[in-house]
């Protein structure tokens, strides 16, 4: 099998356990643009240490594969914050240990004091992440990772939308991501995106009938 085919097949099995988790779900749900969106995804329902273990799996055979080269993990608040650990976990158990940190959303003025959390931050640093909505968050992230003398080298993230991103309310001829990887020059590891959910619809006869909308709206806010 080729690589190419490898991460595909990695791809397809991560939406799979999404469906099954019930965290990737199908129906009409508004997103953070207002549009209506027939599929959801709730990465913060990866809520148990089974789930939690399989997903950090995804993110660190994903990160493996790419060849990213990073000498630390940054968690953003909050979903970052779990993500980072269980990565960091999994990451380790596959021979490649790294630290990791993360953010407080206001900083503590007792103790160590500050916003950043668990390892010092320097070297090349990896943003983990759930999705990318409208950057808020990388772009936060980059400038605390800047701010303690580190660089920034990537983002991971589990879904990749890929759909225009929404600015003043207006549709973008780019999405998220792809502004991410514009504004600040970061590759993004999705472990998989619009186009692999679309596949999966192809070969899952109980979510067939979903598959129309997803492709109307892939049609309409795809990039």
């Known amino acids: 099998m080729s690589a190419a085919a490898a991460l595909d097949t990695l791809a397809q099995s991560f939406v799979a356990f999404a469906v099954e988790a019930g965290v990737l779900r199908f129906g009409e749900f508004k997103t953070k643009a207002g549009r209506l969106s027939p599929y959801f ?19 660190a055979e994903r990160l493996i594969a790419s060849g990213l080269q990073f000498d630390m993990i940054f968690g953003p608040a909050y979903k970052g914050i779990t993500l980072a650990a269980a990565v960091s976990m999994e990451l380790a158990r596959r021979g490649h240990n790294v630290p990791f940190a993360y953010n407080r959303k ?9 916003t950043l959390v668990g390892a010092p931050v320097k070297g090349r640093v990896l943003i983990i992440d759930d999705v990318i909505s409208a950057g808020t968050s990388v772009r936060e992230s980059i400038q605390m990772i800047e701010a303690a003398g580190a660089t920034p080298c990537g983002v991971s993230i589990a879904l990749d939308r890929q759909e225009k991103a929404a600015e003043g309310g207006v549709d973008s001829a780019h999405s998220a991501v792809q502004q991410v990887q514009q504004r600040y020059g970061l ?27 997803v492709l109307a709206y892939r049609e309409r806010y795809g990039v």
Do not use: T
């Not at 990465?43 to 993110?59: E, I, N, P, T, V």
């Open 187 to 213: 590759p993004v590891v999705a472990v998989a995106g619009l186009a692999d959910l679309l596949a999966y619809l192809n070969d899952a006869p109980e979510l067939a009938a979903h598959r129309p909308a």
């Open 106 to 114: 206001e900083a503590k003025d007792h103790g160590e004091g500050g």
């Open 41 to 59: 995804f709730n990465a913060g329902l990866f809520d148990d240490g089974a789930k939690l273990g399989k997903l950090a799996g995804f993110y």
